[in-house]
Structures are given as C-alpha cells and as structure tokens.
C-alpha cells in the first residue's frame, strides 16, 4: 500500500504560482497512475490532473488546461503540480491521489478512479 504526503501549499496572490509536490513511498511508484483533486469549501472533491504511469499521459480538466501541470519523477517517487495564473476560485485543499488499476498509459480522469489519497494540502489565493 502506498503512503503520500502533500507538501508545498500556501497562501498566494492572484496571478501568482505555487508547486505542489507528492512524495510516495511504501510501493511501487511506478505502477501507479497519479493525480491531483481538489476539494473547496461546500463542494465536492474534484479531479485537476492525472498522469499516466511513465508520465506519458496526462489528463487536465479543461477549465484548468493551459494554467496548471502535472509531472512525476519515478527516480524519486515524486509528482508535482506546477499551479501559474491562480485565481480566487482555485482555493482548495489539494490532494494527492494514486491509482492501482491503470493501465500503462491511463490517465484517470474521475475521483473514484482512485485508490489511495494523501492528507491533503490547503492552497488559498487572495484577491
């Protein structure tokens, strides 16, 4: 069972950029697909991006396409969310997700595709 950690969240300016990062461990980082949700206050939990298992496929929610990017790096069981242009609305906790039943080059594209979670990490941008 792999274990993930969120880290890099923080408060930020509109139009500024954060980088969330993920470090899993205790399994193999690479046989999984990874993604990142987000969950606001009052709504559900929701998918921003995923990778495939090699990291190459991805997946972006279209609202987000063109602002936010996923990448991993299987060396160091790492993804990452690099976060540009953020906005009010892109406040959330933000929360590491793996998945186990992907295939090579899946790219999950929905929250219950997931099977592991991190704890999250809170991301908030002030007007």
């Known amino acids: 069972q792999v274990q993930l950690v969120e880290s890099g969240g923080g408060l930020v300016q509109a139009g500024g950029s954060l980088r969330l990062s993920c470090a899993a461990s205790?399994?193999?980082?690479?046989?999984?697909?990874m993604g990142w949700c987000r969950q606001a206050p009052g709504k559900e939990r929701e998918i921003v991006a995923s990778?495939?298992?090699?990291?190459?496929?991805?997946y972006y929610v279209d609202s987000l396409k063109g602002r936010f990017t996923i990448s991993r790096d299987n060396a160091k069981n790492t993804v990452f969310l690099q976060m540009n242009s953020l906005k009010p609305e892109d406040t959330a906790v933000y929360y590491c997700?793996?998945?186990?039943?992907?295939?090579?080059?899946?790219?999950?594209?929905?929250?219950?595709?997931?099977?592991?979670w991190g704890q999250g990490t809170q991301v908030t941008v002030s007007s």
């Open positions: 205790g399994g193999t980082f690479s046989s999984y697909a």
């Open positions: 997700a793996a998945d186990r039943g992907a295939g090579r080059l899946g790219t999950p594209t929905a929250t219950a595709e997931f099977d592991y």
């Open positions: 990778s495939s298992r090699t990291g190459l496929n991805e």
